[in-house]
């Protein structure tokens, strides 16, 4: 998701997909993503999901949400991601060079 003032006339208003890549496009329009914070937690799917994921019984989900924030602190994309647990690990390496 981004917000539609920011994006309205850009690349990723429009359908298909962006080959220089959508981070590369908010940069162009002044916005570059300088800051993620992500929020990942596990749940039950709810029907639709389990049905679209072909999911065993009992098997849980994670959630993975990320927003993106420019220099200015202004939050300019959400990445969300409903991923089956038993198939996916999220990794994190953090450098503070």
Known sequence: ???RDLVADSEIARPGDIARGANRVLEELGHAQVRVVDDIWARMPNQEEAERL??????????????????????VRVAVSVLPADKHLIRYELDRR
Do not use: S
């Not at 019984?57 to 993975?64: I, K």
């Open 1 to 3: 998701y981004f917000p």
């Open 54 to 75: 072909q999911l065993e019984l009992g098997t849980p989900v994670m959630v993975y949400v990320r927003v993106g924030y420019d220099g200015a602190d202004m939050p």
